[in-house]
C-alpha cells in the first residue's frame, strides 16, 4: 500500500525537466524516500535499482577506474535491464554507503544529462561532510521528511477535506462540524506522528496499540543506527543527549540537565551528530529586528525539536486516553508537544528544496519577560507565532513583540477555529500549512 507524498509532485516535475540534473533526496531513515522513488519507476520503461547496503558488488563498479558510459554498460549486464537516456530511471538507493557513487553523480550530469539518475540515502550528511566541493551547481537536492497532516488526511481518505483545507481562507470560520472532525483527526496524527509505516498500520487497522509497537520499533532502530553516526562517540552518548532532547523540548537546551554524565563539549558534539542525521531541529534565537531572520541569532540560545510527534510520545509515555478524550491538550502536554508539532509542520510544508530554519524570540528583563514560540518571515514581513493547545491563553508576548517590533499581525495556534483577534490572526492547529501560503 503506498501513501501518496506531496513530494511526489515535485518527483514529476523533475522528470519532464528538459534541463534536468541528478537528484539527490535526502531525509531521516525510514521517511520514505525509497518508496517515493520507486513508485516513480513505474512512469518509465525501465527502473534500475541499486542498492549499495545490500550489494557490494556494485562498491567495486564504482570504485574503479570506469567512465560514467562503462559504468552504465556494466549496470545493464549485472541488472539484466536497459539504460536509455529518456526511458530508464536509475535509482542509486543507500548511496551514502559508497563515496565513489556519491562523486560520481557530477559525472552523470555532464556526460549523460539526459538520463534520469536520483540518489537517495540516510545519513547523508555524513558522507557530504567528507567531500566539501561535491557537485556544486550539478547536482539538486531534495529533502523529504515524516509525512505532514495534509498527507495523513489523505492516507484516511480525506481527500476532500484535505483539499478544502488547503483552498479554504483564514478569514472564514470553517463550519463547526468540519472544524471538530479536523481536530479529531489531528489529535490521531500528533499521538502517530508521520511516519510512514505508522501511519500505514493506523490506516490499516485503526489500532493505536499496534501503532504503538511499530513506535517501539522505530525506537530501537534509532538507537541502533546511533552506532554509525561516528565511531569515536560511543551510542551511549547519543542515546542520552537525544532523551535530554526530548525531556527539554519546547525549552531552551540546557547542558546542565539532570543527570548529566557528559562534559559540554560532548553534548555538543552529539547535538551536532543528531542534527545532520536528521532526527532533531534546532530552533534558534533571533532578535527579529528585520529579514533575514538569521541574521540576528543568538547561538547560545537554542531549542531542539525532535523529528516526529509520535516517536517523541513514546519515549515521553504521554497518556493518550486523557489526549483523545479531552478538549485541551494541556491534559498530557507535559512535553510541549503542541509546540513541537508545529515546528515541524513549519518544516515539512516549506520549499523542499531549501531546508527550513526555525527561530523564537525572547525578551528577558528584570520587569518584562517575554516569549515567542516562533518568528517567520513571509515577502520581507515578519509575523510571531504562538502555540496554545487548548482554546485559552495569555497573549501578553505576542502583544509586547508586535508593540516592540511595530508590527500589524501575529498569528496564535490552537483548537480554535479559524477568527481574528484584535491584530492576531487565529488559525487552528490542524491548519499550519496555511501560515506558507503567500
Same mark, same amino acid.
Given at each position: 500500500m503506498y501513501l501518496v507524498r506531496n513530494i511526489d509532485n515535485e518527483l514529476i516535475k523533475w522528470k519532464t525537466e528538459a534541463k534536468r540534473k541528478p537528484l539527490l533526496l535526502r531525509g531521516a531513515r525510514q521517511v520514505g524516500k525509497t518508496s517515493a522513488v520507486k513508485r516513480l519507476?513505474?512512469?518509465?520503461?525501465?527502473?534500475?535499482?541499486?542498492?549499495?547496503?545490500?550489494? !557490494?558488488?556494485?562498491?567495486?563498479?564504482?570504485?574503479?577506474?570506469?567512465?560514467?558510459?562503462?559504468?552504465?554498460?556494466?549496470?545493464?549486464?549485472? !541488472?539484466? !535491464?536497459?539504460?536509455?537516456?529518456?526511458?530508464?530511471?536509475?535509482?542509486?538507493?543507500?548511496?551514502?554507503?559508497?563515496?565513489?557513487?556519491?562523486?560520481? *553523480?557530477?559525472?552523470? +550530469?555532464?556526460?549523460? $544529462? %539526459?538520463?534520469?539518475?536520483?540518489?537517495?540515502?540516510?545519513?547523508?550528511?555524513?558522507? #557530504?561532510?567528507?567531500?566539501?566541493?561535491?557537485?556544486?551547481g550539478r547536482i539538486r537536492s531534495l529533502f523529504m521528511y515524516p509525512m505532514c497532516f495534509s498527507e495523513f488526511l489523505n492516507a484516511m481518505g480525506e481527500n476532500n477535506l484535505s483539499n478544502h483545507l488547503l483552498e479554504h481562507d483564514i478569514k472564514t470560520s470553517l463550519p463547526d462540524s468540519i472544524h471538530d472532525k479536523l481536530i479529531a483527526l489531528y489529535k490521531v496524527f500528533l499521538l502517530i506522528g508521520g511516519m510512514p509505516e505508522v501511519v500505514r498500520t493506523y490506516v490499516q487497522n485503526k489500532s493505536l496499540l499496534e501503532v504503538q509497537t511499530i513506535l517501539n520499533d522505530l525506537q530501537l532502530s534509532i538507537q541502533d543506527d546511533f552506532a554509525k553516526y561516528k565511531t569515536k562517540v560511543p551510542s551511549s552518548r547519543l542515546i542520552e543527549v537525544f532523551n535530554s532532547v526530548v525531556y527539554q523540548t519546547g525549552n531552551k537546551f540546557s547542558y546542565t540537565y539532570p543527570n548529566a554524565t557528559l562534559y559540554a563539549r560532548q553534548i555538543k558534539e552529539a547535538l551536532q551528530l543528531l542534527e545532520m542525521a536528521?532526527?532533531?531541529?534546532?530552533?534558534?534565537?533571533?532578535? %527579529?529586528?528585520?529579514? $533575514?531572520?538569521? %541574521?540576528?541569532?543568538?547561538?547560545? @540560545?537554542?531549542?531542539? *525539536?525532535?523529528?516526529?510527534?509520535?516517536? +517523541?510520545?513514546?519515549?515521553?509515555?504521554?497518556?493518550?486516553?486523557? *489526549?483523545? #478524550? %479531552?478538549?485541551?491538550?494541556?491534559?498530557?502536554?507535559?512535553g510541549n508537544i503542541a509546540e513541537l508539532y508545529v515546528g515541524l509542520e513549519l518544516i515539512k510544508t516549506a520549499d523542499p528544496y531549501v531546508p527550513l530554519s526555525l527561530y523564537?524570540?525572547?525578551?528577558?528583563?528584570?520587569?518584562?519577560?517575554?516569549?515567542?514560540?516562533?518568528?517567520?518571515?513571509?515577502?520581507?514581513?515578519?509575523?510571531?507565532?504562538?502555540? @496554545? /493547545?487548548? !482554546?485559552?491563553?495569555?497573549?501578553? /508576548?505576542?502583544?509586547?513583540? *508586535?508593540?516592540?517590533?511595530?508590527?500589524?499581525?501575529?498569528?496564535?495556534?490552537?483548537?480554535?477555529?479559524?477568527?481574528?483577534?484584535?491584530?492576531?490572526?487565529?488559525?487552528?492547529?490542524?491548519?499550519?500549512?496555511?501560515?506558507?501560503?503567500?
Open positions: 519507476g513505474e512512469q518509465f520503461k525501465h527502473f534500475v535499482y541499486i542498492n549499495f547496503d545490500e550489494n !557490494t558488488a556494485y562498491h567495486q563498479l564504482f570504485n574503479q577506474d570506469y567512465s560514467i558510459e562503462e559504468i552504465c554498460q556494466q549496470l545493464e549486464l549485472l !541488472t539484466n !535491464t536497459p539504460i536509455h537516456a529518456g526511458e530508464t530511471l536509475l535509482f542509486l538507493d543507500e548511496i551514502q554507503s559508497c563515496l565513489p557513487a556519491l562523486k560520481s *553523480l557530477r559525472y552523470f +550530469y555532464e556526460k549523460l $544529462p %539526459a538520463l534520469h539518475v536520483i540518489a537517495a540515502g540516510s545519513l547523508l550528511e555524513f558522507a #557530504l561532510a567528507e567531500l566539501p566541493s561535491f557537485g556544486v536528521g532526527l532533531i531541529y534546532p530552533v534558534t534565537h533571533t532578535s %527579529a529586528n528585520g529579514v $533575514p531572520l538569521g %541574521a540576528e541569532i543568538n547561538p547560545k @540560545k537554542v531549542k531542539y *525539536l525532535i523529528y516526529d510527534t509520535g516517536v +517523541y510520545q513514546r519515549l515521553l509515555g504521554l497518556d493518550l486516553s486523557s *489526549l483523545m #478524550l %479531552a478538549d485541551n491538550i494541556d491534559v498530557i502536554n507535559k523564537y524570540w525572547q525578551r528577558d528583563s528584570r520587569n518584562s519577560q517575554a516569549e515567542v514560540d516562533y518568528v517567520i518571515s513571509k515577502e520581507n514581513n515578519i509575523y510571531p507565532l504562538e502555540v @496554545k /493547545s487548548g !482554546t485559552k491563553g495569555s497573549m501578553q /508576548s505576542m502583544y509586547l513583540f *508586535l508593540e516592540e517590533k511595530k508590527r500589524s499581525l501575529g498569528y496564535r495556534l490552537s483548537l480554535e477555529n479559524f477568527g481574528v483577534l484584535n491584530q492576531i490572526q487565529i488559525v487552528p492547529l490542524y491548519a499550519v500549512m496555511k501560515l506558507q501560503d503567500k
